[in-house]
């Protein structure tokens, strides 16, 4: 693959990111955009497919324009459990419903009475709700196409419509062991032909279409393979491939992912996986995080501090930091109260204690994952705010008693165009 470039889209709901990546994986060039803030109304959270498409045009433009050579193929990843439905000709029939739109309630409620525990559809955002909910409220007889952002993009490019990807199509109810769409979505009554066709992420979808080379300046012709969601193009991303690689999201909330030769489903415990290929994405997210840090100190305050840091020694404060009542992963529990008393005088002291807390909750979320039957972490690579944070790095590491890696990239669109990169190498590999 010499003189071969990949490119990777990640469209987010705030903006539209593009990396552009060699054979051996080197950054070539990226460019990105801002997107207008989504419509929000109480649960309600919608936003134009057509910013999106502008967008990824906006971006694939000034990305080509970097190039030194023609791209040889490109995926795009887009926010988990965003929703368009679309008519036959691919034109979206409303806005797109976003990944934390949670109107679709009472679809929940139905959905929660006839899915299996571990189906990845149950809650009011996921895509599957938000479709059931669109069918109640709008005439179904004009849908055609129930497509997650990913999907819609990729068919705006190869005029493909109907197929999604393994990762995307989970929170729309799809069976990622049995690798297919399971027989008690029959109790919902969805109109025949409406989910997508799902293939795994860096399988072949097409090709870009004149029109749409006209639009963004890629070349016609270009190979268009499936992505993912954004959260699993951003563990690509990280360089974690192999079974108890783990990945440690550090942001307004603490996300942790582990590789696993075997899915893990347990949502009382709030752990679901991602099938990868061979493999699977097993983890959780915990509303504990930076979230919490930020409702008592600034980010100047915060750096501060940390220089008074002392994590060779514990503070034993024993907090369980949480924004406010309730919890997802490691403990599934609505009622679950923040744990933050004593406060003692020292704000350094108390910051070390919060810290220390979230640590705690993270060494505690990889021992559920391996008692659920995921493999015990090897190493832990860290994205987000926190990972720049050398004192909590060092208090981490002494709680999860594995060594803490640097990640290789952070950026979702990089974990695209390694899809990108693998899917068109493997297609090349069959084709020969």
């Known amino acids: 693959m010499l003189n071969s470039l990949f490119i990777g889209i990640d469209m987010g709901t705030s903006g539209c990111r593009a990396i552009a990546i060699d054979a051996d994986g080197v950054e070539i060039a990226r460019c990105s955009v801002a997107l207008a803030e989504p419509r929000r109304d109480g649960p309600r959270v919608e936003q134009d497919p057509g910013l999106w498409w502008t967008a990824l045009c906006q971006v694939t433009r000034a990305l080509m324009a970097d190039l030194p050579c023609p791209p040889t193929a490109l995926a795009i990843d887009g926010t988990s459990g965003t929703l368009v439905v679309t008519d036959a000709h691919g034109t979206p029939l409303g806005p797109g419903l976003l990944y934390n739109d949670a109107r679709a309630v009472d679809a929940a409620a139905r959905i929660a009475a006839i899915a299996p525990r571990e189906s990845g559809a149950h809650g009011a955002s996921s895509s599957l709700a938000k479709l059931c909910w669109w069918l109640d409220h709008h005439d179904p007889r004009a849908a055609r196409h129930a497509l997650h952002q990913a999907d819609w993009l990729a068919a705006q490019l190869t005029g493909r419509y109907g197929i999604s990807d393994e990762n995307n199509a989970l929170k729309l109810g799809y069976d990622p062991v049995a690798r297919d769409w399971p027989a008690w979505l029959e109790g919902l009554g969805l109109p025949a032909g409406l989910l997508p066709r ?196 060092r208090i981490r590491e002494r709680l999860l008693g594995v060594p803490l890696v640097q990640a290789t990239h952070t950026d979702a669109a990089y974990g695209a165009a390694l899809i990108a990169r693998k899917g068109f190498g493997e297609s090349e590999t069959r084709g020969s």
Not at 208 to 227: C, H, I, M, N, Q
């Open 198 to 393: 799902v293939l795994p992420p860096g399988d072949r979808l097409g090709t870009v279409t004149p029109r749409a080379a006209a639009d963004s300046g890629l070349p016609e012709g270009l190979p268009v393979l499936a992505g993912t969601t954004d959260s699993v193009a951003a563990f690509l991303a990280t360089g974690a491939s192999q079974p108890g690689e783990a990945v440690t999201s550090l942001g307004s909330t603490l996300v942790l992912k582990i590789v696993s030769p075997r899915p893990v489903f347990a949502p009382e415990f709030g752990v679901y996986s991602h099938r990868l290929w061979d493999r699977w994405l097993a983890g959780g997210a915990s509303n504990s995080g930076g979230a919490v840090l930020k409702q008592f100190f600034s980010p100047e305050a915060m750096a501060a501090l940390s220089s008074r840091l002392e994590p060779e020694r514990t503070t034993g404060l024993d907090y369980y930091p949480l924004p406010a009542l309730g919890e997802r992963f490691p403990v599934c529990d609505p009622g679950l109260a923040p744990r933050l008393t004593p406060r003692p005088d020292d704000d350094a002291r108390f910051f070390q204690g919060l810290l220390e807390g979230i640590a705690a909750i993270e060494a505690l979320g990889y021992r559920r994952l391996v008692q659920l039957g995921a493999p015990a972490p090897t190493r832990v690579r860290t994205v987000g705010g926190g990972s720049i944070n050398p004192a909590w790095t």
